[in-house]
């Protein structure tokens, strides 16, 4: 039960990382559409830089229509992935628009870019050869070449981290899947494993009893009802001898069954009276009301972790000369209450204790509530076992 309740607590922690990584990885997941947004910006701001050389250079209908097929195919790239074998249309155009205007030289950061995109930089700079052409504007061509080559080289490098974070992010998070299908399977196996033990032990109890007290109850009955017809005073005598002999024997097989049934350890309720009792720095008052079989193991050691974390507080914090601890068990709930009388600054934040233990009850299906008015109050609810309750 203790290794139980250790795996409870050790996996119920993971609730508080999964929302502080849910949270993180919400925010990383803003992230990824950065770098597309980015490629995409950068092709329609050439356009737009090629639009503003048409017109401030020349306002012909072949720049126009050279712009307007460089848009249409930026567009479908913005819209759709295409292929690799795409950036030969870009080239095609642009090496067509040459002897006709120079837009044409400036269209090749486009497929330069995508070249680079694709990590395909070094056939990209086979494009590079038109800054050697008679015609072509040489002295600032370079340059918008390779800031176009630099671009795009950097944006691969850019989604290449980008698809190894998301591969890290899905392998992280089907561990966690797994991690979570692997800590069920546990709960489910402790908690089956200690509904067999308790089945075992009433099966052998029942067994114990049957098998030595069943048996000189029995005969005693059978010797009763014979002496109620036997005349011989000396067989009588005899027959309400064994009846005797038959009962001492049972009384002591009951009391042996009771000893040995009887723990050696302190269970449930116990050992909340135990450290009730061993407390010595202030006066408390204990309460306890319901049946207390109804507590599974594990919910008795949330329950004494609890108590023991609160009356820590008390002897560090608190200035109380008195401590109310009330345990209550009904048939849905176990309820335990401790208060005290002390005079304690109100703060907006508890420590690492305590929000341990408020992140155990949550796993259980509970909650841990804390109020510093009048003293400082502790309240654990946790709702009990249906499955036990029909055993």
Not at 111 to 133: D, N, Q, T, Y
Not at 141 to 148: C, D, E, N, R, S
Not at 170 to 186: A, S, V
Not at 342 to 356: A, D, F, P, Q, Y
Request: aromatic fraction near 10%; include cysteine; proline fraction near 3%.
């Amino acid at each position: 039960m203790v290794y139980y309740g250790f795996i409870r607590s050790s996996f119920s922690l993971s609730v508080a990382q999964e929302k502080f990584i849910n949270k993180a990885r919400g925010k990383r997941m803003k992230v990824f559409k950065e770098p597309m947004l980015y490629v995409n910006i950068w092709r329609f701001l050439n356009i737009a830089v090629l639009i503003h050389l048409w017109i401030i250079l020349e306002t012909t209908i072949n720049s126009f229509i050279l712009i307007l097929l460089l848009l249409i195919m930026t567009s479908l790239r913005w819209r759709f992935p295409l292929p690799i074998w795409s950036v030969l249309v870009d080239a095609i155009m642009c090496l067509l628009f040459f002897p006709s205007t120079v837009i044409g030289y400036y269209g090749l950061a486009l497929p330069i870019f995508e070249l680079s995109l694709k990590k395909k930089g070094l056939f990209s700079l086979l494009f590079f050869a038109g800054v050697f052409f008679p015609s072509s504007p040489s002295n600032l061509l370079f340059w918008y070449y390779l800031q176009a080559f630099f671009f795009g080289t950097f944006s691969s490098i850019t989604l290449e981290n980008q698809e190894i974070y998301k591969l890290e992010a899905d392998e992280q998070r089907r561990d966690r899947y797994e991690l979570e299908r692997i800590k069920n399977n546990l709960l489910e196996a402790n908690q089956s494993v200690y509904q067999q033990a308790e089945i075992m032990e009433r099966y052998r109890i029942s067994r114990e009893l049957h098998d030595h007290l069943g048996h000189d109850l029995t005969g005693a009955s059978l010797a009763l009802q014979a002496y109620e017809w036997i005349e011989d005073p000396k067989e009588a005598q005899k027959l309400i001898q064994e009846v005797r002999n038959r009962l001492e024997r049972s009384t002591k097989s009951l009391r042996d069954t009771v000893h040995n049934m009887t723990p050696i350890t302190l269970i449930g309720a116990e050992i909340l009276e135990n450290i009730v009792q061993n407390y010595q720095l202030v006066d408390i008052d204990f309460h306890k009301t319901g049946n207390m079989l109804l507590v599974s193991a594990h919910k008795w050691g949330l329950l004494e972790v609890c108590l023991k974390e609160t009356l820590t507080n008390v002897s560090r914090h608190s200035n109380a000369t008195k401590v109310k601890v009330d345990l209550q068990v009904t048939e849905s709930i176990v309820r335990l209450s401790i208060q005290d009388n002390g005079i304690v600054k109100e703060t907006s934040h508890t420590g690492s204790g305590l929000r341990g233990l408020r992140i155990r009850a949550r796993s259980m299906g509970g909650s841990l509530s804390i109020s510093q008015k009048d003293g400082f109050l502790v309240v654990c609810v946790i709702p009990i076992d249906k499955e036990r309750l029909n055993t």
